[in-house]
């Protein structure tokens, strides 16, 4: 099955610097590139994703960045605020007409003020 | 996108007994999952609810443990049978939205058995 690591598995920064977190998967099937974040208590929410047929997305202040080859993807958040802090979870999956997220160990990230 | 509506939000149970989790969905979806989240973990795939047959579970869980139903397309259950210690853990609904193929996930139902 899909072995899905991150790295870092915490992540604290100052406000206003950037942040990367790292995801690599093992299923060289897998199509469809997800970045979650979970605030303590609540759902986890999608907050970018990426198809494998395109390399880089962006939205604002968060991008994803895909690499097929390597099997590896990454989520770049720029101007970090506090209210970024979060859990943040990679769930890379293989569209066989329903996607089966597989996710990551998580990143905790901290934003100091 | 869709709103994911779980009940019980958060319940105490004690050993031995079974707890049924709905999940209602305010739209159509193509397919509804069901994970289990450890405090603190991340998130496992306990099985994929097919609508109109049996769900399809993953390696480590079993339909005797955990039965779901999904008698419709917008509604989904899950069963905690027999409950101990071990399976105190945040229970969530998830689901496969058109035409986009997004997956949303409910605000998740938080169990402790004692």
């Known amino acids: 099955g899909e072995n899905v690591e991150q790295h870092p598995s915490t992540l604290s920064v100052q406000e206003g610097d950037s942040a990367v977190i790292k995801c690599t998967y093992s299923d060289s099937a897998s199509n469809y590139f997800p970045w979650y974040k979970q605030e303590l208590g609540k759902r986890p929410q999608l907050i970018i994703d990426?198809?494998?047929?395109?390399g880089e997305k962006k939205d604002q202040r968060i991008a994803v960045t895909l690499n097929k080859t390597a099997k590896h993807f990454s989520l770049h958040i720029t101007e970090t605020q506090p209210e970024d802090s979060a859990v943040y979870f990679c769930a890379p999956a293989t569209n066989t007409g329903f996607q089966k997220l597989v996710f990551g160990t998580g990143t905790r990230l901290l934003v100091s003020p | 996108s869709a709103v994911i509506s779980q009940k019980p939000s958060r319940d105490i149970c004690q050993r031995g007994t079974s707890l049924t989790i709905q999940c209602q969905v305010d739209?159509?979806?193509?397919?509804m999952f069901w994970y289990r989240q450890q405090p603190g973990q991340s998130l496992t795939l306990i099985a994929t609810?097919?609508?109109?047959?049996?769900?399809?579970?993953e390696s480590g869980f079993v339909i005797d443990k955990f039965p779901i139903s999904r008698p419709n397309l917008t509604f989904s259950t899950l069963t905690v049978s027999n409950m101990s210690p071990e399976d105190s853990s945040i229970y969530l609904c998830?689901?496969?939205?058109?035409?986009?193929?997004?997956?949303?996930f409910g605000e998740g139902s938080w169990l402790t058995v004692v």
């Open positions: 998830s689901a496969q939205t058109p035409p986009s193929d997004t997956i949303y």
């Open positions: 990426i198809r494998s047929n395109v």
């Open positions: 609810a097919n609508q109109g047959s049996e769900a399809t579970y």
């Open positions: 739209s159509q979806v193509t397919m």
